[in-house]
C-alpha cells in the first residue's frame, strides 16, 4: 500500500479502536490492516499503537499523528473534490495563445459569446506572432494557423483558410492586373519579413501543377495589420488567409486577382499538450472554437 493508505488504515484503526472492526469498514483483512500499522511504524520510527489482548490505545506519538492524520486526510479530500469539480464545470483560469492578426480577427469576436456561456472562466488571451512552447510558458490552448501540425502537441482542426491574391483598385488601375505568377515579378510585392521565404510565393495552377513566384517590393513588414492597409492604400499586392481579408473584397477595398491559382492549404487549428485529464475548461473553449470557426 502507499503511504497516504497506510494513514487512512491507521486513522480508521485509532477511531474504532480495534483492527478487526476496522478491517470490516475498510473490506480488507485483519493481516493487511496489521502490516499497514507495521509499515507506518516502522517509517516514522515511532510506535504509534499499545496493543493488549482486551485493549487498543494510542500513544503519544500515535496521538500527534492521528490528530495531523486526520487533518490531512480531510485537505486531501477537498482537494480531489475541487479538482473533481475542475474537470466536470468549466471554471478557472485559461490561458490561451495566438498569432496577432488571428486572435484580433478571429477570437477577439467571440469572447463576448464565450464569457456569456462559460462566467466562471477567466481568459488570459496573448497575442503573439513568434511560436510559442506551450508547456514551457504553460499555456493551456495554442490557436495557430498552419499547413501543418505540430507531431509533439494534440491538434484539433478548426476550419479551412483558401489563400487571397489581393491589391487594391487604384494600385490595380495604375499598374495593370497580374495575368500570371510571373507577372507578380513586375509589381510591388508587399511580404511578410518573418516568412522563411518571404520573396517567394508557392502558388498551385489551375491544372494542379505547383509553381514558385518570385516577389519582390518596397515594403517588408512582420505585421500583417501593417501589411494588409498598406494593400488597401494602393501600396502593392498581398498575399493572405481568406478570413483576414474577405470582408475588404466584399466592400470593395480589395480585389482579388489570379484567382485561379491557389496557395497552399493552410487551416486553423487549436492545439493543446495533451488528451489525457482534459481540463473541462479546455475541452469547452475548443468545441466552442469549433463551432463558431467552422463557419469561416
Known amino acids: 500500500m502507499d503511504p497516504i493508505t497506510d494513514i487512512a488504515v491507521f486513522v480508521r484503526v485509532a477511531e474504532l479502536g480495534s483492527f478487526t472492526r476496522a478491517a470490516d469498514a475498510l473490506e480488507i483483512s485483519k493481516a493487511a490492516v496489521s502490516k499497514s500499522i507495521g509499515r507506518l511504524e516502522k517509517r516514522l520510527g515511532a510506535r504509534l499503537l499499545h496493543r493488549t489482548t482486551r485493549k487498543l490505545t494510542l500513544t503519544e ?86 499547413t501543418m501540425t505540430d507531431s509533439g502537441l494534440v491538434s484539433r482542426r478548426l476550419a479551412s483558410c483558401p489563400i487571397r491574391i489581393v491589391a487594391s483598385p487604384d494600385y490595380l488601375k495604375r499598374h495593370g492586373t497580374p495575368k500570371l505568377p510571373a507577372d507578380l515579378r513586375q509589381h510591388d510585392c508587399l511580404t511578410y519579413s518573418v516568412s522563411r521565404t518571404p520573396n517567394e510565393w508557392r502558388l498551385r495552377a489551375p491544372n494542379g501543377r505547383w509553381v514558385t513566384a518570385e516577389v519582390k517590393g518596397r515594403i517588408r513588414c512582420n505585421n500583417d495589420f501593417v501589411i494588409k492597409q498598406a494593400a488597401i492604400d494602393g501600396l502593392g499586392i498581398a498575399f493572405f488567409p481568406s478570413f483576414f481579408v474577405d470582408r475588404e473584397i466584399a466592400d470593395g477595398r480589395l480585389v482579388q486577382v489570379l484567382k485561379g491559382y491557389d496557395g497552399p492549404s493552410f487551416f486553423i487549428q487549436a492545439v493543446y499538450p495533451t488528451r489525457r485529464h482534459l481540463p473541462s475548461k479546455v475541452r469547452v473553449f475548443v468545441d466552442f472554437l469549433v463551432e463558431h470557426l467552422g463557419k469561416i
Request: overall charge negative; charged content about 25%.
Open 61 to 146: 506519538a500515535g496521538d500527534t499523528f492521528f490528530r495531523r492524520g486526520v487533518a490531512a486526510l480531510a485537505e486531501l479530500n477537498d482537494a480531489q473534490q475541487e479538482i473533481s469539480q475542475l474537470s466536470q464545470t468549466p471554471r478557472g483560469l485559461l490561458r490561451v495563445t495566438a498569432p496577432t492578426y488571428l486572435g484580433s480577427v478571429t477570437l477577439a469576436p467571440l469572447l463576448h459569446e464565450f464569457q456569456k456561456r462559460y462566467p466562471e472562466v477567466s481568459l488570459d488571451l496573448n497575442l503573439n506572432d513568434q511560436r510559442v512552447d506551450l508547456v514551457q510558458e504553460r499555456f493551456d490552448v495554442g490557436v495557430r494557423i498552419s
